[in-house]
Structure formats: structure tokens, C-alpha cells
């Protein structure tokens, strides 16, 4: 039957619609990798404090993470090697674990022979740049490998007023630091030359002790309650399967009873300092994604959130990291890709730091040049079906001089169970089965002993197919009072 010329012209109006309306409300995404990669990282900021997590406090702000959340992906179960500033910015930078990278601890030299994966996008024709704390083999600001824009200062850094060694030269500059570094990226975004793509790696001293807000943002939080998890309690009941070393540290530095030697009483008050400088940093990352789009270089630019370890807030009576209990271990993770990523998604397989390095290297279609022990995670973030991923993680800590209180260990987790291994003191060790105790509090250890024996033998098994089963002796540096140093730098006395 033929079609009315008014029936026509309907269908043709609803097609026309469709045309122009259709790929505004459903935009296609690009199977085109982005060519530039932009790494935002702070430092011990805890997986679950980002204003969107279900789990934390009702009164936190992180606005343009929450945007990152909202228009990338979350990687919800993110963890690192070593939860300690140093050896988890090595892996990050190599792909390694600390046993294989060499740089296990806070005062350890990097390697000579170490590469850095900005020095293969370099090879690659990438422009690449270092924005911010370094906190990697010594104190120093000076260049380092793989980069050709370098603006770093000394070690930890101040809140304020930071002296920057800008590729090689020193100057000062005013205002916080945050702030600072972040105008020095932008800088270089808008001033550099060429067509070549871009790395950018831009590490705050955020959320690090002395937790200091930029001024505006102090007292944000200051008549908002600060949550006190229940393991916290000092009650026999939560200690009774815990090591003795767990209890004995609750009254030491990094426990709530004496935290970095300052008593109780400033426990509130520096987790509430601790959220206000969070919503400080949360302000210069909004600042890069604003001008990614604005620039018209969002769509061809990954950029990845992370932090380099977790920390603990009065979880089982300690504060700081080091541990393998969750808020030590696990870290904040997000990707933001625009037209690339598909939007809201989560992520719920386990990537850890070690991923990051292969991950960078995948989107710049290069290879590793040294044997890594992550990979790429880049089909996860493309969202491809059946990805065959990792079935567990490895965790290593070994014992510092100057922080004597937390033992080493090494441990695995797969997705429903966590075994950690104590060296060299006789405790207990633990096991937990994270789906149905996600805060820890029941250790398994005797309960499950085939188990155990199992996940040891695992555990073990990884740590010799890559080289991790020698224990690094460390020579002390000066006196012993010399190290212990309270987290702003000065030193106790």
C-alpha cells in the first residue's frame, strides 16, 4: 500500500531527529588509543576516602575526583607492592616489585642499572615531564632520567613556599604547594612545542603528614564528628587473634594512643586537617582536567589518578602504613579518557602499582625494556570481554631502622582470601577472608590451617619465580636517634 505524502513526512521529520539528536544523547566511543597520558599521584591518600566511595564519611568533598569517577572508571580494588613512599614510587616508575627494583625502603639508593619507563617513551618521541615530590633514593631535587621538563624539590617538601630545582636550576617560589606545582604543569602544557604526544607526571605532596590545607580550606570540617573505625576500641576482643606486635604498636608512633609521639588528643584534629588538605588537592587536579578540555586535548589523553600507598586511621589502634590490612594496602585509582572510556564504569579486578608502568608503555605501543613483573591494564580500561587477569597479589615489607616497630612480612591476596607471613619474630601470622570480614577482624590463622599452608606455599612460590627470597640487609645511617625523624622532617628528642 503506497505511503501518504503526510505519513512520509513524518517519518521522514523522525529520522531527521533521530540523525541529529541521536549521537548527542548516546556518544560513541573511540576504539583509538589517546596518545598522551597525564599520572596525577598523591601521597597516602586511602582508597576510600573520595567523596563518592560508600564508604566515606558523610561530610567529605572531592568534587573533580568524584567528576574522574563519574565520566572514567573506578579501579575499586587498586593495591601496591609495598606500602611505603620509595619502593611503591619505584615500581610505579619500573614496573617491579621492591625485591627485584632494589629500592626497599625510604633511604635506599636507586640503582644505577634501574630504567625508568619515561626514558622508553622518550625513545618513543614523547615529550615527557616531572611535576612535584621525587621521594625516591635520596633527598636531592636534582633531574633525573626520563625526563625533559623537571621541576622537583628536596625529599618530602614543605606545604609552602617550595624551592623547585626547574632542570636544574634552583628557584623559589610563593603560595602553597599544590598550587605551585600545579601551575608549573600547565605551564609546560601551554607553552610546549611540537606535535609529538606527551607524558606528564604530576606527584603532589598531598595528603602527606603534616597534614596542612591550603589556608582557604582550613576549618572546612572543623564542627563535622571524625569517624573512629570499631576496631579502634581498645578492647580485648579486638587483639585477641591480632599479632603482639599490632597491640604493642597501638602505644608507639604510629599508634592512636601516642601518634607520632603527640598523645591522643590530636587525632581529630589531624584526620580533619587530613580530609581539608585532601579537598585542597582535589582543586589543582579539577584545574588539569578543565584544561585538557578546554585546550580541545581531552580526547586524546588517558589520565590516570593514584596513590602511592594507603593509611591508616585508627584501624586496629594504628595510624600511618606499612601493614597489609586494607587502608594500608589499598590505594585510590581512577582513568579518565573522554570518548574513550566508557563512562561510570568499575573496575573490580585486582591492578596494582606494578601495572601502571606496562599500562603507559601499552598506550605508547612500546615494549618494556627490563623484566617487569606487572602488565598492562589497558584492555580492562577499554572494557574488553574476558580479560584473563591475575588471581592474586604479592605484598612485601621489610623491617626499617628507623621505624622498628613494624615487622617484615610478605603476603598474597586473592579475591576472597589474605595471607600474610611475619619474618623474623615469633608471632602470630594472619588470614582473613576479605569478602565476609573486610575489616579484618577475625584471624583465621588456626581456624583454617590447610588453607594457610596453601597460600604460604603460593606466596612463596611467587617470591622465588622472581627473585624475592632474599631478605635485604640494610646498613644503619649514623645514630639511631639521627633517623627517627618526626613526619615534618625535624628530629624527635
Known sequence: MPVSKSRFQVRLLIFCLLLFVGPRLAPAQSSDVPENVVFIFSDDHRYDFMGFHDRAPDFLETPNLDRMRREG???????????????????????????????????????????????????????????GKWHMGRASAEPRRGFDQWASFRGQGPYFDPTLNINGTERDFEGYTANVITDQALQWLT?????????????????????????????????????????????????????????????????????????????????RNYCESLYSMDRQIGRVLDYLEESG?????????????????GEHGLIDKRQMYAPSVRVPMLAWAPGFIEEGRTIEEMVQNID???????????EPVNKIDGRSALPLLQGQPDVDWRES????????????????????????????????????????????????????????????????????????????????LKRPRGGQQDERKIPDGSTHQ
Open 356 to 366: 601502571v608502568a606496562p599500562t603507559i608503555l601499552d598506550v605508547a605501543d612500546a
Open 191 to 271: 607553552e610546549r612545542e611540537g606535535e609529538e604526544p606527551f607524558f606528564m607526571y604530576l606527584s603532589h605532596k598531598n595528603v602527606h603528614s603534616p597534614f596542612t590545607p591550603h589556608p582557604k580550606d582550613e576549618e572546612r570540617y572543623a564542627d563535622e564528628t571524625m569517624p573512629h573505625p570499631q576496631s579502634m576500641k581498645n578492647i580485648r576482643e579486638n587483639y585477641l587473634m591480632k599479632p603482639d606486635w599490632v597491640q604493642e604498636q597501638r602505644y608507639g608512633w604510629h599508634g592512636v594512643e601516642h601518634m607520632y609521639h603527640l598523645g591522643m588528643d590530636s587525632f581529630d584534629r589531624r584526620l
Open 393 to 472: 597479589i604479592l605484598y612485601e615489607y621489610y623491617w626499617e631502622w628507623n621505624f622498628p616497630h613494624t615487622p617484615t612480612m610478605f603476603g598474597l591476596r586473592t579475591d576472597r582470601w589474605k595471607y600474610v607471613f611475619y619474618y623474623g619474630l615469633w608471632d602470630k601470622n594472619e588470614l582473613y577472608n576479605v569478602q565476609r570480614d573486610p575489616e579484618e577482624m577475625h584471624n583465621l590463622i588456626n581456624v583454617r590451617s590447610e588453607l594457610a599452608d596453601s597460600l604460604r606455599n603460593r606466596l612463596f612460590d611467587r617470591l622465588e619465580a622472581t627473585g624475592g627470597m632474599s631478605i635485604p
Open 297 to 313: 586535548q581531552a580526547d586524546n589523553t588517558l589520565v590516570i589518578y593514584m596513590g602511592d600507598n594507603g593509611f591508616m586511621w
Open 73 to 131: 572508571v573506578h579501579l575499586a580494588n587498586a593495591f601496591v607492592g609495598t606500602s611505603l613512599c620509595s619502593p611503591s614510587r619505584a615500581s610505579i616508575l619500573t614496573g617491579q616489585h621492591a625485591h627485584r627494583h632494589g629500592v626497599v625502603d625510604n633511604q635506599r639508593m636507586v640503582p644505577d642499572t634501574t630504567h625508568f619507563f619515561p626514558e622508553t617513551l622518550q625513545e618513543r618521541g614523547y615529550q615527557t615531564a616531572f611535576f
